[in-house]
């Protein structure tokens, strides 16, 4: 399996870019809205050997953002055989190469304002005699989650001297994760958005994102550790 090794673990948020360079594996398959285990078992065969996977210090696997359209249209169509898989991953990968019309595969702080209006998103990628991957279809997808998470990852830090260096929004103690887990344990965003009125709704979607990406790891948090959730002052 070709699989470049970076130094350096991947930050939530770029200063100088706007927005990180690249997206960890799971953050990929959660924009891609696909399962994670079938993308896990097609890098460890060498059939997504092609798509600029990387892995980074402690051995997290991470992509390129474009790639997420790729795992989104590949994956997104659980019948495909795994020859079938590999046929389009090769197909996309040269397709991305080759293109002169870079507008799919665009810099991940476009995205934000980015609309599926091009030729390039309506190719469709043929696999077989009658199989054809809809990549239009893929792109109107996929393409409101990765705007999404470009914006919120623009409103949050990671600070080593702040909760541990857990992401938080700017200007704040609270943690990205907390807010994602209160909308997905059922609380509303209005509700969310009242609690912490320096939040939008946005903000707040994003979190739900965030906090799938970011599964809990490691000791859990004491019971007033998380309460402690108020703007700096």
Known sequence: MSVHTLPTPIPAHDAANGVRGRLSLKEAVILADVEEKPVRKDIESGILSETSIHRVAGGRLCVEWDSVFLIASVYGNKHLSSDMRKIAIGRIDDMRRNSVEPNW??????????????????????????????????????????????????????????????????????????????????????NIVEDYPYLNDDDVRFSSLYYRAHPATGRPRKSGDADDVSPDA
């Open 105 to 190: 595969w665009k810099r991940p702080q476009d995205f934000t304002n980015f609309e599926c209006s091009d030729k390039m998103e309506r190719k469709s990628i043929p696999i077989d005699r009658y199989v054809t991957l809809d990549l239009f279809t893929a792109c109107h997808n996929v393409v409101p989650r990765v705007g999404l998470y470009t914006y919120g990852l623009t409103r949050i830090e990671e600070r080593d001297d702040l909760l541990g260096g857990e992401a938080v929004f700017k200007n704040s103690r609270l943690p990205v994760t907390h807010v994602g887990k209160m909308l997905e344990s059922g609380e509303t965003i209005e």
